[in-house]
């Protein structure tokens, strides 16, 4: 039997967490994921700002849960985009939440890859309650309504872009008032 370096046994043990991550076997998940037009289930997670972060607090707000991890290349890929969007859009009422699937171990690489990114994150191992489960992919975006109901779900394949977001999370955004006639 061949001997593997200890970098390949560290790749391996990251693969074999993943999978038992995604599988619903890590963190003694026993969360079914929510279905499109139901309830959102609680989130509640320290973000790495050290903020907390309450979903049920941010009601009348449209909030993005995108499920990414440091070593997913679509997840780092569509990051921009969220970026540009949460920029655009949270003056508006948007919330955006990166909740990575990494290892606390991974902590370091998580805030680096956040660094330049510009929207708040977290870890999921770090979450006191997370009613959403593992993710059963990566990426994972979820897209929750003012009033706590799931409205929509982009997983791999459906990746997020410029247009997916806009037709799932703007029709969400309450109408600004005419500014009144002088």
């Known amino acids: 039997m061949p001997k593997l370096s200890s970098s390949c046994w560290v790749r391996t043990l990251r693969a074999v967490t993943a999978a038992a991550f995604l599988l619903g ?89 956040m660094q330049g990114v510009g929207y708040p994150a977290a870890l999921a191992a770090n979450a006191r309650v997370n009613g959403f489960g593992p993710p059963v992919a990566v990426p994972m975006t979820w897209i929750i309504d003012g009033t706590g109901i799931v409205r929509a779900r982009l997983v791999s394949g459906t990746a997020v872009t410029d247009e997916s977001l806009a037709q799932a999370v703007l029709p969400l955004l309450k109408p600004r008032a005419a500014p009144a006639s002088p």
Request: with cysteine; glycine share 8%.
């Open 25 to 113: 076997v890590a963190h003694g998940s026993n969360a079914q994921p929510p279905a499109v037009g139901q309830p959102s289930p609680a989130l509640v997670v320290t973000q790495l700002d050290g903020r907390a972060f309450d979903l049920q607090a941010l009601r009348g707000k449209v909030v993005i849960v995108n499920f990414w991890a440091t070593w997913c290349s679509p997840c780092r890929a569509e990051m921009p985009r969220l970026a540009a969007f949460y920029r655009r859009y949270h003056g508006a009422g948007v919330e955006l939440l990166g909740l990575s699937v990494d290892e606390t171990s991974d902590l370091a690489t998580v805030r680096q890859v």
